[in-house]
């Protein structure tokens, strides 16, 4: 409930500057040219700075970074325009307030550089410096969220897009997902990391308290649950769509286009869009997620929707977001030593 409220003001302040800025671009804002642009950037200053721990924790996300580039560019313009406006004179209060603006964003943009400098390019997004990219199969355990890299990640120019949860299933290790052409799957391990290997490249993620022996012993009992509940749907939405079109005498070759361009395979293609949980067909990294919540693994709180109102719309889940999730690190080069130590 915190988390929404909190999201719930940042939005309504982004969107109430976002209005003021319109007002401003318009004309409509009725001050002062110098004093709009100075209140404008201070208010901007304000709602970046107490963002800004946020943001930077969550810097390879494209949505931080242009939360950060976009107020730094936009604060400056406007604390030089004030300045320059005020010409001859300089010395009143307004042109001091603005140089201090500028100040605040040259601070604000020194972080954020710091920031960047700690992140490297993997693949169309920044990834921490240090980072195990492709760990050896043979170090994930049951538990580890595999993030890959792949169509999604490209679309979203992140550096990773899809997500996989490694699980223990006969004893023999297992990645359980989503896939769009297939719905909820239980593939090897070893296959998927080695077919991950040729198309780009993947991290993982490692609960940071442990599975203990009660979690571990029912994952495969909760994941041939979630398989059948995903097969279920699947005859369920089959069902119901022919029953549409038996009740409304839809043509043979409509029921074959509609068929042919939308499969039904299980996948959450209203989730993928809005960040939507439902309880018996996912995403990728809804799959994932379901698992760890059934077995009681606590993380952050995806999916809220619009201006976090618990809604599930137009608030998709990004894989590349876990990277920030408390529950979870990331294995590093310092995992990969210890564990070639280790053999």
Known sequence: MFHRLIKMGEAFAY????????????????????????????????????????????????????????????????????????????????????????????????????????????????????????????ALRQGDLI?????????????????????????????????????????????????????????????VKPLNREQESVIPTLVAIMLDQNQQWKSAALANRQAFYKRFLVPAFVQKLVDKKLVITGYDWFGLFTGRLATDHWTCIGACLELLHRIGVKTNDYGTGVLGLGTGVLDPIMPVRFLSDPAFRLLTEQDEAAYHQGK
């Open 15 to 138: 969107l109430g500057l976002g209005y003021i800025s319109y007002l401003f671009v318009s004309g409509h804002l009725d001050l002062h040219f110098s004093l709009a642009c100075t209140l404008l950037s201070g208010l901007w200053l304000a709602l970046t700075a107490t963002q800004m721990n946020t943001l930077l924790r969550s810097y390879f996300d494209v949505l931080s970074r242009l939360k950060m580039r976009i107020p730094i560019t936009l604060g400056l313009l406007l604390s030089g325009l004030a300045i320059f406006a005020s010409w001859p004179n300089w010395l009143s209060a307004l042109p001091v307030v603005a140089a201090v603006e500028i100040l605040g964003w040259l601070a604000v943009y020194v972080s954020y550089k710091r920031t960047s400098a700690q992140y490297r390019k993997q693949g169309h997004g920044p990834l921490p410096k240090g980072a195990w990219v492709n760990p050896d199969s043979g």
């Open 147 to 207: 993030l890959t890299s792949g169509r999604m990640a490209n679309n979203l120019h992140e550096t990773v897009g899809h997500g996989e949860i490694v699980v223990e299933v006969d004893r023999a290790m297992m990645c359980f997902s989503s896939y769009m052409e297939k719905g909820s799957v239980l593939n090897p391990l070893k296959d998927v990391t080695d077919s991950n290997l040729q198309r780009g490249h993947y991290i993982a993620l490692r609960p």
